[in-house]
C-alpha cells in the first residue's frame, strides 16, 4: 500500500487551496470526478495520477476538462454507471447533468495555459430543490437519477429524459446521503431528522413519465435505532451499499457515547455490527465495488468471499475493514488537516481516492493481498442473483404472431439504420438550405395614406443581469442564470444566437441531403427585415379618464425586433421614382409597403424552371450575356417611354414586348411569365410571347409576385392575397387577406393616430399544389386552407422552445421544416426564444408540470403532420409519421396508437383498385398521396416491437395480412442483404442522390 498526493490534483485558488467536498471515479477507471467550493467541476486522467511519480509519464495529460456551470459549491459528483453521464450537484439548488462530446476537438481553458483534452457538455438542468443539494445517486442500471439537499426532499429523475419522476417529502429535516442497491430494488437515504429511510422501486422505463410512476418509489422502512443520539454538527450522512447487496453501512451513528458507522441487514433492517473506533462523527463510508477473497485465487477452489469497506470523518482519520476481521485492516490518522469529505473507490476495488475540505486529493493504492484478493465482477452477478438483481419486469409475447411481429419490427429498424447511414455516406450539400438573393431596402418605401412612419432608432439588446437578493442576516444571495443548455430541467431546442450567426456567415457546405423543394424560390424577393406593414387596429381602446392625456403607449402589441440599420456597404440598384400611390391605399386596414419603380427588373430560370445560379443582385444593371447559355431571362427595362418587355436566352433575343406604366414585379417559369406595373395590372404570357390571358385588375399596387407551377401568387398593397391557376384560368380561392395573421384583432389604436405597425412579412412562397406560405418577423409561419377557408398556423416559437423534435436531422428537410428554420432565426434574432425560455424554467419547476415537454413534443408531432397534409408534403408526412407512432408506443398511449391504427385503416374493406369518377384513385384510400394500406404496414412494423400494444396492434396486423406478407418478404430481404454484404464492397458507389419533396423518384 502506498499514497499519491500530487501537487497538482486540488482545487485550489488565488491565495489557498479550496475545500473539495466530492470525488468519484468512472467506470471505466479513465476518469476522477472531484466538486468544490470554487463551484468546479473537474475531471482528472486517473492514468496521470497513478504514474505522477514516473518522470516518463510527466507529458500526460492531467486535467482533462474544467466545468464551472454551477455559482455554488459542488457538494457531489457522480458518474452514471453506463458511463455516459456525469452528475454534479450544488448548494445554487441545482443539478446538472453533463454528457461527453466525442467528437468535439480539445480547446484551451480560459485563463489558463492548458488545454482541454475532453468535451463535456450540460445534457440537462435539473432544478426542483428549494435549497442546496447535498448528495447524488445513480442506480444499478442508470434507469433514474436520485438527488436529495437541505429542502429534506429526495427528488427522482429518469436516468434517461431527466423528467423528474417523483418527489419524496418524507424526511423531517436535511437529507445528506443517498446509496442505492446493487439489485436494483432499493434506494436508501440518510437524513438529520436522525433516521435512515429505505425505498423500494422498480426500474422505470426509458420512456416513464411521472403519471405511471406514481405508485412507484414506495417507503419500505424507516430505521431510527443506531441514530437517536446522532449528532447534527456533520456536512454530510454518505451512507453505502455492499457489493453482494447484504449490508447498508450507515454513517454518523452512535454506540452509547461513542461514534460509529451502523451495518443494517437487508431484509429485517436491524442493526446487530457497529464499527467503532473512530473519535470524532464518520460523516461517509464507501463499500469497495469487488468482492475479495483472504486466500490467492486458484482455479477450482473454492473461497469465502468478503467485503472491504472504507470509513471517514471529522477526526481526520481513515480506517479500512473486512467482514471476516473484528478490527479495522488499515488505521491511517491525520492524513489531511480537515475533516475527509468523500470517498471513491475504483471500479477494480484496488485504489481508493479520498477528498479532504482543507482542499487535499489523496489517491491510496493497495497491493494484492493487503486488503485481501479482489474477486472477479461475475462473483458480484452469482451473489446477486439471488435478490433478482436488476432484472425489468419484461412482458413476455402472448403468442407466435406477438413474437414474429416484433422480429419483423426488428428488421425494419435495422433496414431503416442501415439505409439512414447510406444517406450520409452518399447525400451531397442540401439545395433546399441555398440562400435567396434578397435586394436592398431602398428599392422598397412604406407608403401608408401619406402618413409618415414613425422611426424607431436601434435599440442595443440588454445583457442579462444576475438578480441579488439580501437575506435575513445580511448576506446577499446571487440568483443562478439560465446556462446555455437550457432552464429549470428543460434544454432548449434552440441554437445558440452566436452560433446561428456564425453560421448565417459562413459559406461553407451543407451536410444535408440534396432536396428540392416543391416550392417557389422567388429572385425578386422581399426587403431585409420584411414586407413592413401598418394596420388600423380592431380592438377598442380602453376607456379614458377626462385628464390631460400622457405619452402612454396603450399598444398591446410591441413589435419585437427595432427597425433594421441601413445597409451601407451594399450598392442598391438604380430606380427611378416612388411608384403611384393607389387610393384604395388611404382607406385601407391593411397598408403594406410598395417597391419602388426600378430602371430594370429580371428574373432568370435554368433549363429546369428553378432559379438561375448565375443570378446577380436584384435590380443590377449585369448585361443578360453573364448568364448561363441555357438560362432563360425575362426583363422589364423602365423608362420615360413604354416600358419593354424581352425574353433572351444566351445572349439572344427570343421574343419583346411593351407595355405603357413601368414595371414594379416580374415572375415567372417554363410554363408562363407575368408582370405586374405600378397601375396594380399583371400582365401574363406564353414562353414564346402569346398574351394567353387578358389583363388582370388588382384593387391597389402589387408588393409581391411569384410564380410555382401553373400557380401564380399575388398580394397587394392593401393586404390582399391572390392565387390563380394560369392553365384553367380560375382562382383557388377568393382574395384573401392577410389582416388575420397580421393580428389585427388584437391591436390596439395608439393614441397619436389610428395607424399602428403590425409584424413584417419575411417571406412568402407558393407550393406546387397552390398554397400559400407566408412568414412574420415574429417567427410565426402560416399557410392558407382553402378547403376550410381560414388561415392556419404551422410554426410558431412555442414549438421551437418546447419540443424535442425542433430541427432534428430525421425531418429537416421539407415546407414545414422550411418554415421553421424562419421561426428558429426569428426567435433567436429578436430574443422572442428568451421569453418562452423563462415560461418553461419556472413551469417545469412547479408541481404538476413535470410531463410538459414531453406532451408539446407529442402535440409538435401532431402539428407537423396536419401542417404536411396541408401543404402536400409527402416525405415529410410520412417521415413525422413514423416518428410520432414510435413516440406514442414508446410512451405506452394505447388509446393514441389505437385511434391512429383505426385512422389509417379507412377504406381498407374496399377493393384496391377502385377509382373515382375520372379514373383516379378515391380520397378515402389515400392520405398525403399514399396509399392507406402502405402507411398502417409501415407503422404496425414500427411499433409492433412494443408488447404493452401487442393486443391493439396485433389485430390490424391480421386483418390486412401483414403476418403472411411480411414473413416472405423478410426472408427474401434478410437473403438480399446476406448476399449484398459477401458481394458488395460498401454503399459508396460516387454517386449523388437528389430526392424531391413532391413524391417523384430519386434522381442521379
Not at 450520409?424 to 433546399?432: E, I, K, N
Not at 441579488?468 to 448576506?475: A, H, Q, V, Y
Not at 444593371?621 to 438560362?631: I, K, L, N, Q, V
Request: proline share 7%.
Amino acid at each position: 500500500m502506498h499514497f499519491i498526493r500530487p501537487s497538482w490534483l486540488t482545487h485550489a485558488g488565488e491565495k489557498r487551496q479550496g475545500e473539495v467536498y466530492s470525488v468519484h471515479v468512472s467506470p471505466d477507471s479513465q476518469r476522477l470526478a472531484t466538486g468544490g467550493i470554487d463551484g468546479t467541476v473537474r475531471i482528472w486522467s486517473t492514468k496521470a495520477i497513478f504514474n505522477s511519480m514516473s518522470p516518463v509519464t510527466q507529458s500526460l495529460p492531467r486535467q482533462l476538462c474544467s466545468l464551472a456551470h454551477h455559482t455554488g459549491a459542488v457538494h457531489a459528483v457522480r458518474f452514471s454507471g453506463n458511463n455516459r453521464y456525469l452528475a454534479s450537484g450544488s448548494d445554487d439548488k441545482i443539478v446538472l447533468v453533463y454528457e461527453r462530446d466525442v467528437n468535439a476537438t480539445s480547446r484551451p481553458a480560459f485563463g489558463s495555459g492548458e488545454g482541454h483534452t475532453e468535451t463535456w457538455r450540460t445534457h440537462r438542468r435539473l432544478a426542483n430543490h428549494d435549497h442546496d443539494v447535498i448528495d447524488l445517486g445513480w442506480s444499478a442500471d442508470s434507469s433514474i437519477l436520485v438527488s436529495v439537499g437541505l429542502d429534506s426532499k429526495v427528488i427522482v429523475w429518469s436516468g434517461t429524459t431527466f423528467e423528474r419522476l417523483k418527489r419524496i417529502d418524507m424526511h423531517q429535516s436535511h437529507v445528506k446521503g443517498i446509496t442505492f442497491d446493487p439489485a436494483n430494488k432499493y434506494f436508501a437515504t440518510a437524513s438529520d431528522d436522525r433516521t435512515v429511510k429505505v425505498f423500494r422501486f422498480q426500474s422505470p422505463a426509458s420512456n416513464a413519465t411521472a403519471h405511471d410512476q406514481a405508485m412507484n418509489f414506495q417507503l419500505e422502512t424507516s430505521i431510527t435505532g443506531p441514530f437517536q443520539e446522532s449528532p447534527l454538527t456533520t456536512y454530510f450522512r454518505r451512507c453505502s451499499w455492499s457489493p453482494d447487496g447484504s449490508h447498508i453501512a450507515a454513517a454518523n451513528a452512535v454506540n452509547g457515547p461513542v461514534s460509529s458507522v451502523a451495518i443494517l441487514n437487508r431484509g429485517t433492517w436491524d442493526s446487530d455490527i457497529n464499527l467503532i473506533g473512530h473519535e470524532g462523527p464518520v460523516e461517509v463510508c464507501a463499500f469497495a465495488p469487488r468482492m475479495f477473497s483472504r486466500e490467492p485465487l486458484e482455479p477450482g477452489v473454492p473461497v469465502s468471499p468478503v467485503t472491504v469497506i472504507a470509513c471517514a470523518g471529522q477526526d481526520k482519520s481513515l480506517s479500512i475493514w473486512n467482514t471476516s476481521n473484528p478490527r479495522p485492516l488499515v488505521i491511517t490518522q491525520d492524513i489531511a488537516t480537515k475533516a475527509l469529505s468523500d470517498l471513491a473507490w475504483s471500479p477494480d476495488g484496488t485504489s481508493l481516492f479520498i477528498s479532504s475540505l482543507d482542499g487535499s486529493i489523496i489517491c491510496m493504492v493497495f497491493e494484492p493481498g493487503d486488503l485481501g484478493y479482489v474477486m472477479g465482477p461475475e462473483e458480484n452477478e452469482r451473489i446477486l442473483q439471488k435478490f433478482g438483481t436488476s432484472r425489468k419486469g419484461a412482458t413476455l409475447p402472448e403468442s407466435i404472431e406477438n413474437a414474429r411481429l416484433e422480429e419483423f419490427s426488428r428488421v425494419g429498424e435495422r433496414r431503416e439504420l442501415e439505409g439512414r447511414m447510406g444517406q450520409l455516406m452518399m447525400h451531397g450539400p442540401s439545395a433546399g438550405n441555398l440562400p435567396i438573393p434578397i435586394p436592398g431596402n431602398s428599392q422598397w418605401e412604406v407608403q401608408a395614406s401619406q402618413v409618415p412612419a414613425p422611426i424607431q432608432s436601434p435599440q442595443p439588446e440588454r445583457p442579462f443581469k444576475q438578480k441579488i437578493t439580501i437575506t435575513k442576516d445580511g448576506k446577499k444571495r446571487v440568483a443562478p442564470l439560465l446556462v446555455s443548455s437550457g432552464g429549470g430541467g428543460h434544454r432548449s431546442n434552440l441554437p445558440n444566437t452566436q452560433l446561428l450567426q456564425a453560421q448565417n456567415a459562413s459559406s461553407g457546405p451543407s451536410t444535408d441531403p440534396k432536396v428540392i423543394l416543391d416550392i417557389s424560390t422567388p429572385y425578386d424577393g422581399l426587403p431585409k427585415g420584411g414586407l413592413t406593414s401598418f394596420v388600423l387596429g380592431n380592438k377598442r381602446k380602453p376607456q379614458e379618464d377626462d385628464v390631460e392625456p400622457t405619452s402612454t403607449n396603450f399598444s398591446k402589441r410591441v413589435a419585437i425586433h427595432s427597425a433594421p440599420a441601413p445597409r451601407t456597404a451594399i450598392v442598391t440598384p438604380e430606380f427611378i421614382r416612388p411608384a403611384i400611390v393607389s387610393p384604395s391605399v388611404s382607406v385601407s386596414q391593411v397598408r403594406l409597403g410598395i417597391p419602388k419603380v426600378r430602371t430594370i427588373v429580371q428574373r432568370a430560370i435554368d433549363r429546369n424552371g428553378e432559379p438561375s445560379s448565375a443570378v446577380p443582385p436584384a435590380g443590377s444593371t449585369t448585361a443578360p450575356s453573364t448568364f448561363d447559355s441555357g438560362d432563360t431571362v425575362f426583363e422589364a427595362r423602365n423608362s420615360a417611354h413604354p416600358t419593354r418587355i424581352t425574353i433572351s436566352r444566351g445572349g439572344k433575343m427570343l421574343w419583346i414586348d411593351f407595355v405603357p406604366r413601368p414595371v414594379l414585379l416580374v415572375a415567372g417559369n417554363n410554363n408562363f411569365w407575368a408582370c405586374a406595373t405600378e397601375d396594380g395590372i399583371i400582365y401574363a404570357f406564353s414562353p414564346v410571347g402569346r398574351r394567353f390571358a387578358n389583363p388582370i385588375i388588382l384593387e391597389a399596387q402589387p408588393c409581391f409576385l411569384d410564380s410555382r407551377g401553373w400557380y401564380l401568387f399575388c398580394i397587394s398593397a392593401v393586404g390582399t392575397a391572390h392565387v390563380w391557376n394560369m392553365k384553367s384560368q380560375t382562382a383557388l380561392h377568393p382574395p384573401i387577406s392577410v389582416a388575420p395573421i397580421l393580428d389585427v384583432a388584437n391591436i390596439i389604436p395608439k393614441p397619436d393616430g389610428p395607424i399602428s405597425k403590425a409584424e413584417a412579412i419575411l417571406d412568402a412562397a407558393i407550393t406546387g399544389n397552390g398554397s400559400m406560405m407566408i412568414s412574420l418577423s415574429n417567427g410565426d409561419g402560416f399557410t392558407y386552407n382553402r378547403d376550410m377557408c381560414v388561415w392556419q398556423r404551422i410554426s410558431e416559437t412555442w414549438w421551437a422552445v418546447g419540443s424535442s423534435y425542433w430541427d432534428t436531422t430525421p425531418v429537416r428537410t421539407g415546407l414545414v421544416s422550411r418554415l421553421e428554420r424562419r421561426t428558429t432565426d426569428q426567435a433567436l434574432l429578436h430574443g422572442r426564444g428568451k421569453f418562452f425560455n423563462r415560461i418553461f424554467k419556472q413551469a417545469l419547476s412547479r408541481e404538476g408540470f413535470e410531463g410538459m415537454e414531453a406532451a408539446i413534443s407529442v402535440a409538435h408531432l401532431e402539428n407537423r403532420m396536419a401542417a404536411a397534409i396541408t401543404l402536400g408534403s409527402k416525405t415529410e408526412f410520412k417521415n413525422t409519421l413514423m416518428i410520432y407512432a414510435k413516440r406514442i408506443a414508446a410512451e405506452g398511449v394505447a388509446g393514441k396508437v389505437e385511434e391512429l391504427l383505426r385512422e389509417l385503416m379507412g377504406g381498407l374493406d374496399d377493393d384496391d383498385d377502385e377509382e373515382g369518377d375520372d379514373g383516379s384513385r378515391t380520397d378515402k384510400d389515400l392520405i398525403c398521396g399514399f396509399k392507406r394500406r402502405e402507411l398502417l404496414k409501415a407503422v404496425l412494423l414500427a411499433i409492433g416491437k412494443y408488447r404493452d400494444l401487442q393486443r391493439v396492434t396485433l389485430p390490424y396486423a391480421r386483418i390486412i395480412g401483414i403476418l403472411d406478407d411480411v414473413t416472405v418478404a423478410a426472408e427474401e430481404q434478410l437473403r438480399t442483404e446476406d448476399q449484398a454484404r459477401t458481394s458488395d464492397p460498401g454503399p459508396c458507389n460516387g454517386k449523388t442522390t437528389i430526392t424531391r419533396d413532391d413524391g417523384d423518384e430519386p434522381m442521379e
